[in-house]
């Protein structure tokens, strides 16, 4: 089993930046493909990125590429999501997620094995 959560959420105006952290214990996620999703109220829950096993390769949401950077750290079991310039439709409750599915997969949240409770992240205009 693993165990995901996630921290640094917060408010913060637009234009602003977060660091939003995943730590996983239970067992290593050094083997799982990672991804960070999001769920705005009355809205279903959306892709925004993820990362590969080796940290090679990386995908993002077309609504947030250029601005978050999916980073991790597998010595210290932890997944980051660096979001800058944040706009207030980047409003929502994010959640980290492991994988076992290839990395071509890491779009669909029905392929995730494990997900973490969430972190409110609010972007005031």
């Known amino acids: 089993q693993v165990q995901l959560v996630e921290s640094g959420g917060g408010l913060v105006q637009a234009g602003g930046s977060l660091r939003l952290s995943c730590a996983a214990s239970g067992r290593t996620v050094s083997g799982y493909n990672m991804g960070w999703f999001r769920q705005a109220p009355g809205k279903e829950r959306e892709f925004v990125a993820a990362?590969?096993?080796?940290?090679?390769?990386?995908t993002y949401a077309n609504s947030v590429k250029g601005r978050f950077t999916i980073s991790r750290d597998n010595a210290n079991n932890t997944i980051y999501l660096q979001m800058n310039s944040l706009k207030p439709e980047d409003t929502a409750v994010y959640y980290c997620a492991a994988t076992s599915y290839p990395f071509y997969s890491t779009g669909f949240s029905r392929r995730y094995d494990y997900w973490g409770q969430g972190t409110q992240v609010t972007v005031s205009s």
């Open positions: 990362i590969s096993v080796s940290g090679d390769s990386t």
